[in-house]
């Protein structure tokens, strides 16, 4: 494990006075070399004299330590440290030679030297010697993989792979033995079930993505148009995976592999520690030199000390697609730059966009992060391949919530993640003693009554059961102790809308995901204009340049020679490709998301996933497709021999949850959420002109130019998904068999539009009798004014009749009982 680390080279002795000579030199000199953030952290020197006696110390004397005094981490790295002859500890991580006190190129080692430690080219060597199933198991993982992002955009460009998950940015295969993967027995059986249903899905190898068009290719995209999918791919939609930096824009500074997330790094992307070598006036550091993790890692900044991985950390990745870390935050992404700041600019981009402030999720507003939700199979993998979020994620609400009529532990296995359209049953799942093997190194807790299981059967290992109670253990510090709804429904804590939606309607809870009413909000980005421009200055004489990209899927394959593997970015790298990539959007919304049915066949809210409108500029300047839209192959998704509009709407878990839940009438008096679509609009895919014109709608100047060009095929507004007939007109989360807009039967069993017709049609004088008690009402002062008084009376109305009903049933077989019986006494 440590063979790399034996040879660095060992501490000559010296005397200690000569060598503190030296380190307050050469730290002086760094001082005068760069600016220096004046700031009260705790330094390594100050607690590990021994180790100002390491020539590391020379330079970064002022460091702050990776992590708290006293933990067991950074007791195990000194000592370490101290075996490699270098009683500072940084050579267990960065490598280099602790013996050297000027010349940096010779202290950092040439080739040998880990700028980023957690690199995913270099971290087998480094975060491995501790953590050696994290790193086995990163390349199986989606956030290296993106292998539903891959298989997403080819899809929207006319379903290159069909419905196979085939490619990842580097090849990769799963393991031969199937208890390789990490995890109970019961989650693998229940992995092994969804890979028998889904191998589409759960496939067993990717394929490296394909390479983009080159310049000696372009003349191809004319008959080929479609192959600028891997141009968007490998510019845009692929920066954010583990083996490399990206791009170095505010908001989306972080380091590689491990250090993504376990390092912190600031959205302004600026050092703010203790170390003078650091540059302070220059983007692209860490916040500080420690490391974040579990509840035991204590990261302190200016004084201000945190706990876990910060939610900051998980958005500086997940702000496109789903965008479920600025959503989970309460941001809502503008095209505006409003309100002014103080200098009179507008706002600054973040992750290059603007945001509103919107509603935080609850779990946010309690403070806790997404690794109290997310398991470390979540977000690490389990070893194979899951090509997509609803493939590696493996927790659900009522894991920790239930139901109100079950605890979590009396709900079976699988239990909201059936991939199936009934709902799971079988024995209760109980809960475990025991955590995951290859977990034991993170953050240990009183199991209580037991650990809490997730759907697929393994343990929450900061979630336990105390009597009818569950204790979630945040990555902060706090202990949240919550009821679940049985308990609450029990002690009337529910309201009455609460018991109506979840017991009243039992098949609410049957067919829905709790967060298709508990999300309060979605971000939709309808309309995903796209353009590739591939316009070269030498074949096209009015260009003034060549339109080129940075491809990252390219960077990435770059560390894989040796002499940039221990690179710690890639911004040296001369990894550009034909083709600029330029996005726009029709419109956003995030009121009332529309529902759908998702991979496991539940009901859940839809939000635009790839809508792609194709422009595509040749290398000559001239249009290939304008505002083209794909489509996939005869016969899918719902369609005829024509194939289906290749625009998705995704199933999402929008990480928007409210306690109370989105009304009644937001869902079934809503054409929108039933996925018929915003009403307004006028047609797509007509040239829409606005000059002066005659009433017929001739236009009077030939030199009008149209104001909105036409869009091919569109014939309906990108937020329908489905006509009233049931005849579905996009695809609808095409990762997964199940998933589908919502068919005629269920539109017209959902919907109640039109219910305040059913009674005013009569009120107040269509009927004699309710014209008379509407008189009445009206001189009593009885009308309904508010909402309440309204609900009541209703309510009343219903009870009555019902009673009314049975009233006159009950008594019309009282008198037929009783004329039978007059009969019959008669005829005696």
Not at 114 to 133: I, K, L, Y
Not at 673 to 696: K, M, Q, Y
Not at 703 to 723: C, F, G, T, Y
Request: glycine share 10%; proline share 6%; net charge negative.
């Amino acid at each position: 494990m440590f063979d790399r680390m034996s040879e660095t080279p060992i501490l000559a002795t010296r005397c200690a006075w000569t060598r503190r000579f030296e380190i307050a030199s050469i730290t002086f000199l760094c001082c005068v070399a760069t600016t220096a953030v004046a700031v009260s952290q705790e330094r390594l020197v100050d607690h590990f004299p021994q180790a100002a006696d390491s020539g590391c110390m020379a330079c970064h004397g002022e460091i702050e330590p990776i992590r708290e005094i006293g933990s067991e981490m950074l007791n195990q790295i000194m000592a370490r440290g101290t075996e490699l002859g270098d009683p500072a500890g940084c050579v267990v991580c960065h490598n280099g030679d602790p013996k050297e006190t000027k010349e940096k190129t010779i202290a950092h080692g040439g080739d040998d030297f880990f700028p980023d430690p957690g690199s995913p080219w270099v971290n087998e060597e480094t975060c491995g010697q501790c953590h050696q199933e994290q790193v086995e198991i990163q390349w199986q993982s989606l956030m290296m993989t993106e292998a539903g992002k891959i298989q997403g955009t080819c899809w929207s460009f006319g379903a290159l792979t069909g419905y196979e998950h085939k490619y990842g940015n580097y090849a990769v295969e799963n393991p031969t033995d199937p208890k390789a993967r990490l995890g109970t027995d019961a989650y693998r059986a229940y992995m092994e079930r969804l890979r028998k249903l889904e191998p589409n899905v759960f496939v067993d190898r990717h394929e490296p993505l394909p390479d983009a068009v080159g310049f000696d290719q372009l003349d191809q995209l004319s008959d080929n148009p479609e192959r600028a999918a891997f141009t968007y791919i490998r510019q845009e939609c692929n920066r954010c995976h583990h083996a490399v930096k990206g791009r170095s824009r505010r908001g989306d500074f972080r380091g590689m592999g491990c250090s993504s997330c376990h390092i912190p790094y600031s959205n302004e992307g600026f050092y703010e520690g203790n170390d003078r070598s650091i540059p302070t006036d220059e983007p692209t550091h860490p916040l500080t030199h420690q490391i974040q993790g579990t509840r035991e890692a204590t990261v302190t900044v200016h004084g201000t000390s945190y706990h876990g991985l910060a939610v900051e950390t998980c958005t500086t990745c997940h702000n496109r697609g789903k965008r479920v870390g600025v959503s989970f935050q309460g941001l809502m992404e503008t095209p505006y730059t409003s309100p002014f700041t103080e200098t009179g600019a507008g706002t600054p981009d973040l992750h290059s966009k603007h945001y509103i402030a919107m509603e935080q999720d609850i779990h946010y507003q309690k403070g806790m992060k997404c690794q109290d939700c997310h398991t470390s199979i979540d977000v690490h993998g389990d070893g194979f391949l899951n090509p997509t979020t609803l493939a590696a994620v493996q927790i659900e609400c009522s894991d920790c919530h239930g139901t109100p009529d079950k605890y979590p532990w009396e709900l079976p296995l699988g239990y909201m993640d059936e991939f199936d359209m009934s709902p799971a049953d079988g024995q209760p799942r109980g809960v475990t003693d025991q955590q995951l093997p290859h977990t034991w190194a993170g953050s240990q807790h009183d199991k209580k009554d037991g650990y809490l299981l997730t759907a697929r059967g393994n343990p929450y290992e900061n979630t336990v059961r105390d009597g009818d109670e569950v204790i979630v253990y945040t990555a902060e510090g706090k202990d949240l102790r919550l009821k679940p709804l049985k308990r609450l429904v029990e002690e009337n804590q529910i309201s009455a809308r609460g018991l109506v939606a979840m017991q009243g309607v039992a098949k609410h809870l049957d067919r829905m995901e709790c967060y298709t009413c508990h999300a309060s909000w979605t971000p939709q980005c309808y309309g995903c204009h796209v353009k590739v421009d591939y316009s070269q200055k030498d074949r096209c004489p009015e260009c003034d340049e060549s339109q080129t990209g940075f491809d990252w899927v390219a960077a990435g394959r770059k560390h894989m020679q040796p002499e940039f593997r221990t690179a710690d970015g890639e911004e040296q790298f001369q990894t550009v490709i034909p083709g600029k990539v330029t996005e726009s959007r029709s419109y956003l919304r995030w009121e009332e998301p529309m529902m759908g049915i998702n991979g496991e066949g539940r009901v859940t809210p839809l939000a635009p996933g790839c809508q792609p409108s194709v422009t595509i500029i040749g290398a000559d300047g001239k249009t290939i497709l304008q505002n083209h839209i794909f489509k996939t192959p005869a016969g899918t998704e719902g369609s005829g021999e024509g194939g289906q509009l290749a625009i998705d709407m995704s199933p999402t878990q929008p990480h928007t949850m409210t306690k109370n839940a989105r009304s009644c009438e937001s869902c079934h008096a809503s054409d929108k959420a039933l996925g018929l679509g915003i009403p307004g609009t006028r047609p797509w895919n007509e040239t829409h002109v606005a000059d002066l014109e005659t009433s017929d709608g001739t236009v009077l100047s030939e030199r009008a130019k149209p104001q909105q060009p036409a869009i091919e095929n569109l014939d309906h507004d990108w937020s329908q998904i489905v006509d009233r007939d049931g005849n579905q007109l996009a695809t609808v989360g095409h990762h997964w068999k199940l998933s589908r807009a919502l068919n005629k039967q269920e539109i017209e069993h959902i919907q109640r539009e039109g219910t305040c017709i059913a009674c005013h049609q009569e009120i107040p004088a269509n009927s004699a009798a309710i014209n008379l008690l509407h008189h009445i009402a009206k001189y009593t002062g009885q009308l309904p004014k508010t909402n309440e008084q309204h609900a009541g009376l209703i309510h009343k109305i219903v009870l009555m009749s019902a009673w009314g009903q049975v009233a006159g049933v009950g008594g019309g077989l009282l008198v037929g009982l009783a004329g039978v019986i007059w009969w019959r006494r008669r005829r005696r």
